[in-house]
């Protein structure tokens, strides 16, 4: 911990709309489980957001330098952990993705290991020294995000192993990925994809299929964006009474279809005004990765926005039936501990960058 870091150079605007945004996402757990069997939600959703408070200003603390020197250890860490659920985790609905803690919590690895890999991946690539990008360090890359990404398939969760890939693409973009690399990987994922699909769980290839026919099974695997897009479209301009979610035709309102949920009750203003929070928030965490003290920082701030990114793309697209369902969760607005947790630590990493702008 370094003595000269000052919390004037915190970035209080950053975190006053991040707050905003888990407000509404409270006040819309509130509304959606209201009169359900998951009443009371938002109270822990709070007490979430007030620990993840807390661990993102631990984490501003620890210099980050000190975390890139020792990330070999923590990328271990990592391994084991994933491997200790699929081991020991606790089997629910058909996957591994949870271990159990004392108090009747889970923990849910995959999500910290995110924080990993961004270390990990800007450690790499801030030790390259701007040299042109080899095919021994794309497969490097690859291989740092790719072995961790390939466990959390087997547990299996499709969701959670995609938003492994942002931070791979980040990396290899901003350490000078050429054009021809770029079109073999392509290539390459495309003549893959035949040998992927039977490797799918059936309820995977259900969804995918649903994705791409939406009205040949509404009342199966469609079920669940059809209800999401009639969600959507009867919130109109200024909202309505959110039939679609009190009336629980909408699914799990409070965690993957919050976004609709919003949506119904608040209308196209609201949804848009929740986009544009997400918006600001991004360009805050852009301009604090131009501002970086070295290379290093810059990518471990563009990590932390490719994964924030793709997390509100699939998301919000998901919802709207641009995307296939894969449970990816809202940032910030979804109910869960381990998803709160993950966005503020990465938080507390950038604020941890931006913090030693101007220390020598």
């Given at each position: ?11 209080w ?5 991040v707050?905003?945004?888990?407000g ?8 959606a ?5 998951f ?18 200003f ?25 491997m ?15 271990i ?24 790499y ?28 398939l087997?547990?299996?969760?499709l ?7 942002p ?8 350490g ?45 695997s ?20 959110g ?17 609709a ?76 501990g ?23």
């Open positions: 911990m370094s003595r000269y870091v000052s919390y004037r150079d915190f970035d605007l950053l975190l006053i709309f707050l905003m945004i888990c509404l996402g409270v006040m819309e757990i509130h509304s489980t209201v009169h359900t069997k009443a009371g939600a938002h109270v822990r959703q709070i007490y979430w957001v007030l620990g993840g408070v807390g661990a993102m631990l984490m501003s603390l620890v210099n980050y330098q000190i975390l890139l020197d020792r990330i070999h250890w923590f990328y271990i860490a990592a391994v084991a952990s994933l200790g659920v699929l081991l020991f985790g606790q089997k629910y609905l058909g996957a591994r993705r949870w159990k803690m004392p108090g009747g919590n889970h923990f849910q690895p995959s999500e910290w290991v995110k924080l990993i890999l961004i270390l990990a991946v800007a450690k690539f801030a030790e390259m020294h701007q040299r042109d990008l080899s095919w021994s360090d794309f497969m490097k890359a690859g291989a740092i995000v790719g072995i961790p990404m390939l466990m959390v087997a547990q299996p969760d969701g959670t192993s995609l938003t492994y890939l931070v791979a693409l980040m990396g290899l973009f901003l000078g990925l050429h054009w021809k690399q770029a079109a073999l990987v392509v290539f390459l994922a495309a003549l893959c994809m035949p040998v992927a699909w039977h490797h799918l769980k059936d309820y995977q290839k259900a969804r995918l299929a649903s994705f791409l026919e939406p009205d040949a099974d509404p009342q199966g469609g079920y669940q964006v059809e209800q999401s897009k009639i969600a959507v479209g009867s919130g109109g301009i200024w909202g309505g009474k039939s679609q979610t009190h009336g629980a035709f909408l699914p799990v309102p409070q965690t993957d279809f919050i976004f949920a919003f949506a119904e009750e608040h209308g196209f203003v609201g949804a848009l005004g929740v986009l544009l929070l997400y918006f600001i928030v991004l360009m805050r965490l852009t301009q604090n990765a131009q501002t970086a003290p070295d290379r290093a920082g810059t990518f471990v701030v563009m990590g932390v926005v490719a994964v924030l990114s793709f997390h509100i793309l699939v998301n919000v697209g998901m919802v709207v039936g641009f995307m296939p369902v894969t449970g990816i969760p809202l940032p910030l607005m979804s109910y869960g381990s998803s709160v947790l993950f966005m503020f630590l990465a938080l507390g990493m950038v604020m941890n960058v931006r913090m030693r702008r101007f220390v020598n």
